[in-house]
T-cell receptor
Framework: DTEVTQTPKHLVMGMTNKKSLKCEQHMGHRAMYWYKQKAKKPPELMFVYSYEKLSINESVPSRFSPECPNSSLLNLHLHALQPEDSALYLC?????????????FGSGTRLTVV | KNQVEQSPQSLIILEGKNCTLQCNYTVSPFSNLRWYKQDTGRGPVSLTIMTFSENTKSNGRYTATLDADTKQSSLHITASQLSDSASYICVVSRMAGNEKLTFGTGTRLTIIP
């Protein structure tokens, strides 16, 4: 298995809702990432998990809460989002975060906040 | 400042023609350079990855070149197909304690029949 699987593919949520994005990989990668991508812009790094521990939080608002229950799974919990949070959310994984060539992206979750 | 610039911003070519996309970077210290293809609303898919010592790498109809001295890379697409319509993103990796990626803004390629 050489894929990063993200679910759901599309999500529409209200500003008072709580929802979660899920990311899964079975490549044995030990670093996992969340990126946010607005239309026609490059992806922006949000969080990095290394060996199931949060290593980097790029000053992301607390309405985004990441969780790494095990080495194969990464969640992003969403609460009280704003319309400007609407974007494509990408998950990625690598063999480690101190240099490697195995950077694999998932197909993304298209999030719309209404 | 670590930057990756791509040109052109957008390109329209006829099916079957060849094209070349450009990437210039100022990222330091350089680790590797990757080209990704991204369809609208989908995640990026890796096409090639090159380290400092590699100056060309092919993946089917895609051929990437790297000149680490001038900090330039190109992606050449041969015999374009309608399915090649996508954004092509140049991503340069640097080592600064951990690996950090700097993304270009991409070239939007449209293939017309």
């Amino acid at each position: 298995d050489t894929e990063v699987t993200q679910t759901p593919k599309h999500l529409v949520m209200g500003m008072t809702n709580k929802k979660s994005l899920k990311c899964e990989q079975h490549m044995g990668h030990r670093a996992m990432y969340w990126y946010k991508q607005k239309a026609k812009k490059p992806p922006e790094l949000m969080f990095v998990y290394s060996y199931e521990k949060l290593s980097i939080n790029e000053s992301v608002p607390s309405r985004f809460s990441p969780e790494c229950p095990n080495s194969s799974l990464l969640n992003l919990h969403l609460h009280a989002l704003q319309p400007e949070d609407s974007a494509l959310y990408l998950c990625a994984s690598t063999t480690g975060w101190r240099g490697n060539y195995g950077y694999t992206f998932g197909s993304g979750t298209r999030l719309t906040v209404v | 400042k670590n930057q990756v610039e791509q040109s052109p911003q957008s390109l329209i070519i006829l099916e079957g023609k060849n094209c070349t996309l450009q990437c210039n970077y100022t990222v330091s210290p350089f680790s590797n350079l990757r080209w990704y293809k991204q369809d609208t609303g989908r995640g990026p898919v890796s096409l090639t990855i090159m380290t400092f010592s590699e100056n060309t790498k092919s993946n089917g109809r895609y051929t990437a070149t790297l000149d680490a001295d001038t900090k330039q890379s190109s992606l050449h697409i041969t015999a374009s197909q309608l399915s090649d319509s996508a954004s092509y993103i140049c991503v340069v990796s640097r080592m600064a304690g951990n690996e950090k990626l700097t993304f270009g803004t991409g070239t939007r390629l449209t293939i017309i029949p």
